[in-house]
């Protein structure tokens, strides 16, 4: 029996639950009650409820956290409101950049073009010189970002693994060395002195891609068949024309939206080129015109990796959200409202992603490559290699793609969905795979590809037509078509962030292949 200790009033019994006082521990005999789980829990990207979430209605998911946030024990309530915060600040920022380039656009362009052009407008300055170059490798450029994803789209039409999925990869790794050398040519043949300096960069970034792309050659069959089984484990096989025609319309109007913005990038470099305004103002809109397309193109790279990675986890899972929506909405009219009408939650903390995601990438890639220069040896300039990685080891929590899938799953901060994903991978002991993995560099190499490829286009014309608009007309193709590159490339990226969250949550889980534990031991016994 459980004793119960009453105090000299009767009336004061450590049992009553009056006035929220904390009752005192009741020992029972159970025997089943004293058995102390120690292992650790892996945590769970979606609650083990029954609450579903959809891109459409979440009220009864904001009910429940809301009830859940005034239980005793919820401490969470501050972070959240910081989170919230952040995400609306980074929207209002991120809608106000807009707004900003395209009204000066737009009045930059009347004054120079329209309102007495003679004397607003350089007379050196020749349109159809500078707009035809640009505006064909800006079309050039979608059009190749949607051939380099269906490249690795077309191999997945049998339901196994297929070593054709290899020739993309390896084309990938060929091409981008190739091309950026090209482009480094051509910036040499142009013959100024901003072209030279840049011509060295990509001579030195060629060489660099070049000895990767050897180093990296013997993860690529790992590579290829971790896409694949992603993919297609991605994919519901009672609707898989529909959803394959879905996505390829769904990449398209990002796409789209994507070429839409860049031609009123392409319109504000033109209009800051022709007029008369001063050094300093010109060199500062540019400036602003690079970073707002830098901001704005990983914002539409993470919109379109957070709805196919919400897509690919939810069928690892098995989960019924894609049924429940699709019962309401058609295949094509879903796929378009999770890119093109997100939630303000999304497109915040999306934004707070596009700035710090590539920025701890470029760091963590830094550390990275310091430690595979510095390697054991003990020379003075490879000193700071273990502090180099420990830094790029630690500020990867914060931030990374996985983040992506907590987000367009359960609708996580950015920040919070990146450090519960990392967490799950070291107490999986996945952290090695996915130091190993080549998936981000496989798109990056397209990326690169396609931006040489615009460059080559977009220079090429205008060095025949006009050599002074030629290293501006090739370095703007060339960030336009790398860009454009990465948003094509995003969908099989998420699919496989997916893929290694969903493994990390329940390894168990039939719709898995042997792909990860496979190389999970192959590491291992490298390591021996």
């Not at 979608?142 to 290899?166: E, G, I």
């Not at 196919?308 to 309401?328: D, K, L, M, P, Y």
């Not at 992603?353 to 490559?369: D, S, Y």
Request: net charge positive; proline share 4%.
């Amino acid at each position: 029996m459980a004793r119960i200790k009453h105090d000299h009033d009767d009336s004061r019994c450590t049992t009553t639950t009056t006035h929220h006082q904390v009752p005192m521990p009741i020992q029972i005999d159970h025997p089943a009650d004293s058995v102390i789980d120690d292992q650790p829990k892996i945590p769970r990207i979606r609650s083990s409820s029954n609450t579903k979430i959809s891109p459409i209605n979440n009220k009864e998911h904001e009910e429940v956290v809301m009830n859940n946030n005034h239980q005793p024990g919820h401490h969470h309530d501050h972070d959240e409101r910081i989170m919230i915060n952040g995400s609306d600040l980074f929207l209002v920022l991120f809608i106000t950049q807009i707004l900003a380039i395209t009204v000066l656009t737009i009045s930059l362009t009347i004054y120079t073009f329209m309102i007495s052009p003679s004397h607003h407008r350089r007379p050196s300055f020749h349109p159809l010189h500078f707009y035809p170059p640009l505006l064909t490798s800006s079309a050039f450029s979608s059009l190749f970002a949607f051939a380099a994803q269906s490249s690795l789209s077309s191999r997945l039409s049998t339901l196994s693994y297929s070593s054709k999925l290899r020739r993309p990869i390896v084309a990938a790794f060929f091409l981008a060395p190739l091309s950026l050398l090209s482009f480094a040519i051509l910036l040499l043949a142009i013959g100024s002195a901003a072209s030279f300096a840049v011509a060295a960069l990509a001579i030195v970034a060629s060489s660099i891609l070049a000895l990767y792309s050897c180093w990296a050659a013997p993860r690529v069959p790992h590579a290829a068949k971790l896409i694949s089984s992603s993919a297609l484990s991605s994919t519901d096989e009672s609707n898989s024309t529909r959803r394959a025609s879905s996505t390829k319309l769904a990449l398209s109007v990002a796409l789209l939206v994507a070429t839409a913005h860049s031609l009123l990038i392409v319109c504000a470099i033109a209009a800051a080129t022709a007029s008369r305004i001063g050094v300093q103002f010109r060199t500062s809109f540019f400036l602003a015109i690079l970073l707002s397309l830098a901001w704005t193109m990983h914002v539409l790279r993470g919109l379109v990796h957070v709805h196919f990675a919400g897509i690919a986890f939810n069928c690892f899972t098995n989960n019924s959200q894609n049924t429940t929506v699709s019962a309401r909405w058609s295949w094509w009219s879903t796929e378009l409202l999770g890119v093109l009408c997100p939630s303000r939650a999304c497109v915040g903390s999306v934004c707070i992603g596009a700035v710090v995601e590539p920025a701890i990438g470029a760091v963590r890639g830094a550390a990275r490559a310091v430690g595979v220069v510095g390697g054991e040896r003990d020379e003075f300039m490879f000193s700071c290699e273990s502090w180099c990685s420990g830094v790029g080891r630690e500020v990867v929590r914060y931030g990374n793609r996985w983040g992506y899938v907590g987000f367009g799953v359960s609708n996580k901060g950015f920040v919070g969905a990146s450090m519960e994903a990392w967490g799950m991978f070291e107490m999986r002991g996945m952290v090695r795979l996915i130091d190993k993995d080549l998936t981000g560099a496989i798109c990056f190499m397209w990326g690169v590809t396609g931006g040489s490829l615009c460059a080559l286009l977009g220079g090429s014309w205008a060095l025949a037509v006009d050599r002074s608009y030629a290293f501006a007309v090739a370095v703007y193709a060339f960030l336009i078509g790398y860009f454009m590159a990465r948003i094509g490339m995003a969908r099989p990226q998420a699919c496989v962030s997916a893929y290694h969250v969903a493994y990390a949550e329940d390894s168990n889980n039939p719709r898995f292949d042997s792909t990860i534990p496979e190389r999970m031991q192959e590491l291992q016994r490298s390591q021996v």
